[in-house]
């Protein structure tokens, strides 16, 4: 069974200074994908960033980057220049590519994080 | 461009009523899921549907039931509902991927149900 960890309930960060979100994960599948979701207090999901295993690189969008540390089986996002607006809820994500997976997605229990001006 | 769209995006329920949760996308994806979110607990999977006239159970599927008689709308029904239950719900939606994973769940804007 896959799973996902976040750790950190809660961070606070200044605003136009940089904030890690860390995320561990678990699974025996060699082929995944894993996703960061912003939720504001609107309630919505956005979509922010995807890695897959098989990458080389880490994946970067816009002020988004993840930092993906496959042996320590890690995926944690950077926000850099952090902004009011980025104040929301965030969730990682994990989609194998197992046959039977269907695209279903496993969460992690996110993390709130708070932009302080 | 509608995506995906969940009605009622409110609701107040007695222990014991019954409703009907409505998804609909128009991005004609195979695939569609239904989550609860929980406080400290993320989103946990329901139940889930990989085309038309197909569900299968997820993660925590007790108490809910669901059909998907076309293609673009998939159903959440509550029989009984209980306190329990309370929670934020969501629909989501993907393409059928075939070995390819890279493609994000699409999501409704959640439907936030109080069972009192």
């Known amino acids: 069974a896959q799973k996902i960890t976040q750790t950190q309930p809660g961070m606070f960060v200044q605003e136009k200074e940089a904030v890690t979100l860390d995320c561990t994960y678990d699974?025996?599948?060699?082929?995944?994908?894993l996703f960061w979701y912003k939720q504001p207090s609107s309630g919505e999901m956005i979509f922010l960033i995807y890695q897959g295993s098989y990458d080389q690189q880490n994946a970067t969008e816009g002020r988004y980057s993840l930092n993906f540390q496959k042996a320590r089986k890690s995926a944690n996002l950077v926000i850099s220049a952090s902004q009011l607006g980025d104040s929301a809820m965030y969730f990682c994500?994990?989609?194998?590519?197992?046959?039977?997976?269907?695209?279903?997605?496993?969460f992690g229990q996110g993390t709130i994080l708070t932009v302080h001006p | 461009n509608a995506g995906v769209t969940q009605t009622p995006k409110f609701r107040v329920l007695k222990t014991g009523q019954s409703m009907t949760l409505l998804c609909a996308q128009d991005?004609?994806?195979?695939?569609m899921y239904w989550y609860r979110q929980d406080p400290g607990m993320g989103l946990r999977l329901i139940h889930y549907?990989?085309?038309?006239?197909?569900?299968a159970k997820g993660e925590v599927p007790d108490g809910y039931n669901v059909s998907r008689l076309k293609k673009q709308n998939f159903l959440l029904g509550l029989e009984s509902a209980a306190p329990s239950q309370t929670s934020v719900y969501f629909c989501?939606?993907?393409?059928?991927?075939?070995?390819?994973?890279?493609?994000?769940?699409?999501f409704g804007n959640g439907t936030r149900l109080t069972v009192t």
């Open positions: 699974t025996s599948d060699p082929s995944y994908g």
């Open positions: 989501a939606s993907s393409y059928s991927f075939r070995g390819s994973y890279n493609s994000p769940l699409h």
């Open positions: 994500a994990m989609r194998i590519a197992g046959g039977t997976s269907y695209g279903k997605l496993t």
């Open positions: 991005m004609n994806h195979e695939y």
């Open positions: 549907s990989v085309g038309e006239g197909t569900t």
